[in-house]
């Protein structure tokens, strides 16, 4: 026995062995009779079952109770028995809280006569009330079973589908125009801590400032969700514009939304925004009638800067559309183009040409929203045409004729989700000569003659390479087009269908092929060694690791080598030491590429690596790229003394960042800075212009800013595969003979093939050179161009730097690409001299 302090407890081993703990209630006790003994140890059992039994009824309750989620329906219906009253926009007014609890036991009885909802309601709040005759916006709230959920659903949808309900007591309402819909989980998430509410009224014409929370001076609120109602006059709709929009990357959780409504009620959701969208890009939206609701929803990132929007009143009266459209062309939009149109409008367009002539219209740009809906039926917006249905995003121009002189076309949007519409140009044309003096494809476009059979799809729907005859010198595909014999084996399928990439490799069954053109067995690849002797063996491997180092292997801070070229920035971090990840502030493209901007002028911020050069009082003469906050980038061949210009002297720049406009270098983002040194590669060529390339150091660190940021390095081994589409941007010379730009231009291009580019260029190209272009000529970098960057959008959404604009044979020559400073060969050297 062991005893205790012999004040407090002691156990007691009675004689049948059963131990019992027993409480001493005084120092002298009484002794312990046998039978006493006994029914302490039943209540005991008794006492210790009941806990066990309690327990595990828990526990099977907590595991085998039905989980239930939160869900949210979000509506309106139109209450056709009462009229609007200015109270109604305050929700502390009795005649606003009468209405509301009217809309609320209303609501109430419809789901309580369901059974499949009134076991899950938990509750109905009324948002608001607006004009026609009076609207109410109301959130149900239901606790379902997440085996329900699909019921409750179907329960819920039949009623957003009572049409309409006439009064048949002083206490009901009657009402139609129901609407009830699933509102997105994100919008109610748990995480969401903090819920603000606002609500504004348009005043008159001026446009009234809305902002996220904290724009410009801090970030904006994380896990947040914020509302703005706003309201115009009666017979107004509401224009809301994004003068700012900057949001975090991350569009699951941190978005814009805007409804047709004063609740988050998704059969009425315009649009979800997120991201960057360029100051040039518009970012406008309409209501169809004068409510509107703007939500912001955000993660638990702190973000910055946010966003900044004006809204105001339109009159609804100066939103007609139809229009008749006469003469021999003309052009026509959707309505607001390019703007987002306006939910729930029909537009149509009588167009008519002169007699005797045939109508053909061609969409330059069309982008009308049909998420939600697959298949080619049509369902949301849409253009139709003689009874065809067009809708979607169509990348390509199109176009549609009508054999007669008149053409009626017709636009529809329905009450959800809206996008940018279309531009269009209507023009007549001969019945017996629909494409003079040009070549008619399939789809009634017109092109130039000689560019049929080019091996090219000009067309858009290849009609101009088909049925060709190929010569004895190009690739006869299979598929019948004829391709250029300069194609043949560059590891890019120019057919289409593989017959130029047949038979390249001689390595036999069981064998692949090394970038050196050795062949090595096929176990060997990805097994650790180099066993090519270039190490391509070791490339593209499923999972990285450790191996000898090559040039084509990546090389950590470490110094050891993994078997993934690509490692740098990528978002992945794959080096022990984590160096493949680190120093990677670089390369992001702030505002995303637009899809209507078209041409090739840039949008502001774009590119914001980009250096203009100029030579001071004279002007730009060449371009740079921003590497770090202290250093350029450029072409030797831009500071290369020339007889009356000392061009290698720092003292002769004045370099511009963030620059868009040469006409606009005063304004506040575009930062001017001077040099403090000029670095000229020592192999630099003026005849051969090989080791074409420059340092520049500013004389003081630029600040970066959303229109100002590096771009990132490559390291020796990154990888740009041909074919691979990079892009050029400059202010360099329009055309061959033209003029400089005065906004900065951008054009896509590919890596051309070295072997292929050494051919088309006389031998001139060597490994300090990369090719990239179209060969068929029209895209190109030229004079002014010097100096600038080639950029490459790589894995993690960071732009490299695989090429600095050198030089060509004249500019956007046929067969005739742009040459590069190929940098992953002064990786080296950029990193001795600067320390970047
Ligand atoms: C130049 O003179 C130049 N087509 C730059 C690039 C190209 C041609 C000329 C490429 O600066």
Not at 107 to 133: I, P, R, W
Not at 150 to 155: C, G, I, K, L, P
Not at 265 to 278: I, N, Q, R
Not at 536 to 544: L, P, Y
């Amino acid at each position: 026995m062991e005893r205790s302090d012999g004040k407090m407890r002691y156990n007691t081993q009675d004689p049948d062995g059963e131990t019992s703990i027993q409480f001493l209630p005084t120092p002298d006790p009484k002794p312990v009779k046998k039978d006493k003994g006994k029914k302490w140890v039943v209540a005991a059992v008794v006492i210790g079952a009941a806990i066990i039994a309690l327990v595990i009824g828990l526990l099977v309750w907590r595991f085998l109770k039905p989980t239930t989620m939160k869900k949210m329906y979000g509506g309106s219906m139109r209450i056709t028995s009462a009229t609007f009253q200015d109270v109604y926009e305050d929700s502390n007014s009795t005649q606003y809280q009468d209405l509301a609890g009217q809309v609320v036991s209303q609501l109430a009885s419809m789901y309580q006569n369901s059974a499949d909802l009134s076991k899950h309601y938990v509750g109905t709040s009324v948002e608001g009330f607006s004009e026609g005759s009076v609207i109410a916006y109301y959130l149900s709230e239901f606790n379902v079973p997440a085996s329900q959920e699909a019921t409750v659903d179907s329960a819920i949808s039949t009623i957003s589908k009572i049409r309409s309900r006439m009064a048949n007591d002083a206490q009901s309402l009657s009402f139609d125009e129901l609407t009830l819909s699933a509102v997105d989980s994100r919008m109610f998430q748990k995480k969401l801590t903090s819920k603000q509410k606002f609500t504004l009224h348009a005043k008159g014409d001026t446009p009234q400032e809305i902002t996220s929370p904290g724009f410009l001076n801090s970030t904006y609120p994380s896990n947040a969700i914020i509302l703005w109602q706003l309201r115009a006059a009666r017979g107004n709709v509401i224009k809301l514009k994004f003068d700012t929009f900057m949001l975090d990357d991350d569009c699951s959780s941190d978005f814009v939304r805007v409804y047709d409504s004063l609740v988050e009620d998704e059969s009425c959701l315009l649009a979800e925004k997120c991201g960057h969208y360029a100051p040039t890009e518009p970012v406008i939206f309409f209501s169809s009638g004068n409510v509107m609701l703007l939500t912001l929803v955000t993660n638990d990132e702190h973000s910055y800067p946010g966003f900044k929007a004006y809204f105001s009143q339109v009159p609804a009266s100066t939103r007609e559309c139809d229009a008749d459209l006469r003469g021999s062309n003309g052009n026509f939009s959707s309505p607001e183009y390019p703007s987002y149109y306006p939910p729930s409008v029909d537009c149509l367009w009588n167009i008519e040409v002169p007699t005797g002539k045939y109508v053909k219209v061609r969409f330059l740009k069309f982008l009308l929203s049909d998420l939600g809906y697959t298949g080619s039926s049509c369902q949301k917006d849409y253009v139709t045409i003689d009874g065809q249905k067009y809708c979607g995003e169509k990348k390509d121009v199109f176009v549609v004729i009508n054999k007669s002189n008149k053409m009626k076309v017709l636009f529809h949007s329905d009450k959800s989700l809206v996008d940018r519409g279309f531009l269009a140009e209507f023009e007549a044309f001969e019945p017996t000569n629909p494409c003079p003096d040009t070549f008619r494809c399939k789809n009634y476009r017109c092109i130039k003659p000689q560019l049929k059979c080019n091996g090219w799809n000009d067309c858009g729907d290849n009609s101009d390479e088909m049925n060709c005859i190929c010569n004895a010198t190009q690739i006869s595909c299979k598929n019948g087009f004829c391709k250029s014999p300069i194609w043949k084996c560059d590891g890019v399928d120019d057919c289409g269908d593989g017959t130029d990439e047949m038979g390249c490799g001689t390595c036999q069954s069981g064998e692949v092929s090394c970038q050196n053109g050795k062949c090595i067995s096929e176990k060997m690849k990805c097994d650790g060694q180099d066993n090519c002797g270039d190490g391509s063996d070791e490339q593209n491997c499923a999972s990285v690791s450790v191996v000898p180092c090559t040039s084509l292997t990546y090389q950590c801070a470490d110094q050891k080598c993994i078997n993934k070229a690509n490692a740098e920035c990528d978002g992945t971090p794959d080096c022990e030491d984590g160096s493949d990840e680190a120093n990677c502030d670089c390369g992001r493209q702030l505002f995303r590429t637009s899809r209507i901007v078209g041409g090739q002028n840039s949008l502001e911020g774009e590119w914001p690596w980009q250096v203009s050069l100029h030579i001071k009082n004279q002007g730009h003469v060449c371009g740079a790229s921003l590497i770090s906050d202290t250093w350029l980038v450029t072409a030797a061949h831009c500071v290369q003394d020339q007889d009356s210009m000392r061009l290698s002297q720092p003292g002769t720049w004045e370099v511009y960042l963030g620059l868009h406009d040469q006409n606009a270098k005063n304004i506040e983002r575009v930062v001017k800075k001077y040099l403090k040194s000029v670095i000229q590669h020592p192999n630099y060529n003026e005849y051969t212009y090989d080791f074409d390339i420059a340092l520049m150091q500013l004389d003081s660190p630029v600040t970066f800013s959303q229109y100002i940021m590096p771009i990132c390095l490559p390291n020796p081994a990154h990888d740009f595969p041909v074919g691979k589409s990079v892009w050029i941007t400059g202010w360099g010379k329009t055309q061959e003979d033209g003029k400089l730009a005065q906004v900065l231009q951008k054009a896509e291009v590919r890596i051309i093939n070295s072997t292929v580019c050494n051919q088309l260029m006389s031998n001139q190209i060597t490994s300090r050179m990369l090719c990239a272009g179209v060969l068929s000529g029209g895209v190109d970098a030229c004079q002014g161009d010097s100096g600038g960057p080639l950029a490459s959008l790589d894995i993690g959404r960071r732009y490299f730097l695989p090429g600095v604009v050198s030089w060509g044979d004249g500019c956007a020559r046929k067969n005739r690409p742009g040459i590069y400073t190929r940098v992953t060969q002064f990786r080296g050297w950029i990193k001795e001299k600067t320390g970047v």
